[in-house]
């Protein structure tokens, strides 16, 4: 039998840029003054916040494509109303914005909005189908989910993996950002020895005030114990000093080189602002281009240019 998957993991293979971002609509206007700084075709993931509608979500998939970069909608399954909810929503960023790829989560609300109690109820309401979705994002938690069991989080995650490639989709998981490198590392050796080959995109945490990211951490329930924060370079005692992610970055690396993990990257949470963020980011990667190359099997484009935004 023709392994659609495969194929289509391929063809996302082919273009897969090194890093991601992640925005909300109201950040939008932030894209437009770093756009001289991101690389042409960079994929920008687009926050399904509860305070707005689904035409400023299409309208900030709108503002992505206009400046060049690629779309990327996530849909929030707990926030859904009802199938024709979704449905008017994806028909409507097609129509505007033709984004290769959506990604689908879970979604924050206790109590869901309308049909959908998670992202696996979501994919198997035939979503994918209806709307012909072929590349598609699901989240990993290397640190856990404050609300979510870790035996019930790596089962949904095989299920959801199993099932988008019966559907012949091309698969990224992007985890949510952390300060633990070590977790991380060991997440990824777990996700391989479960068979779970799919690229990876580790969470990164742009440069940002203390106490902004701590703030972050809290309301997304990532581990900040006082030794973690120490390995990423936190001190609470100075809750303005801001903060990079140098060490994380570093460390990640150097724990993930030489492990055959298949394609490990990026993704920027630019908590302290894009403009900031993509800087250090198009820096770091420079520096660190060799190790990148080795851990993306070596399908990335080459350094990243380093361009100074103007300010629009």
């Known amino acids: 039998m023709h392994d659609l998957h495969r194929d289509a993991q391929e063809r996302w293979a082919a273009k897969r840029p090194l890093y991601t971002l992640e925005i909300t609509g109201k950040d939008i206007a932030q894209i437009k003054s770093a756009r001289e700084g991101i690389r042409a ?7 399904f916040l509860g305070n707005e509608t689904h035409q400023q979500r299409i309208e900030a ?9 690629e779309p990327v909608p996530i849909i929030s399954s707990r926030r859904i109303r009802s199938r024709e909810d979704l449905d008017d929503l994806i028909a409507g960023l097609i129509r505007a914005t033709h984004p290769r790829r959506f990604m689908f989560v879970g ?38 989910h404050p609300k979510i069991e870790n035996d019930r989080l790596w089962d949904a995650l095989r299920w959801k993996i199993a099932f988008l490639k019966d559907a012949g989709c091309s698969i990224e998981i992007t985890t949510q950002f952390g300060f633990d490198a070590s977790a ?36 997304f329930g990532v581990v900040t114990s006082a030794a973690v924060l120490r390995q990423y370079g936190l001190s609470l005692t100075n809750l303005l000093h ?17 492990r055959q993990f298949g394609p490990v ?28 190359d080795a851990l993306t099997d070596g399908d990335i484009d080459g350094p990243p240019s380093i361009a100074t935004p103007s300010i629009g």
């Open 41 to 47: 075709g960079t994929p920008i993931n687009i926050a």
């Open 61 to 69: 998939a709108r503002i992505i494509r206009d400046c060049g970069f």
């Open 107 to 144: 979604g924050d609300p206790a109590v869901p909005a309308g049909p959908y109690v998670d992202s696996l109820s979501l994919l198997g309401s035939g979503v994918l189908q209806r709307h012909a979705i072929r590349h598609v994002g699901i989240v990993g938690y290397p640190e856990g």
């Open 184 to 219: 991380i590392v060991d997440w990824i050796a777990k996700l391989r020895t479960f068979g779970i080959d799919v690229p990876v995109r580790v969470g990164v945490p742009g440069p940002a005030d203390v106490g902004k990211l701590t703030r972050f951490a809290r309301q």
């Open 242 to 258: 801001r903060a990079g992610p140098e060490r994380f970055a570093d460390r990640l690396i150097d724990g993930l080189e030489g």
């Open 265 to 292: 990257l990026f993704h920027l949470y630019p908590f302290g602002g894009i403009l900031d963020s993509v800087r250090w980011m198009t820096g770091f990667l420079t520096q660190r281009h060799a190790a990148m």
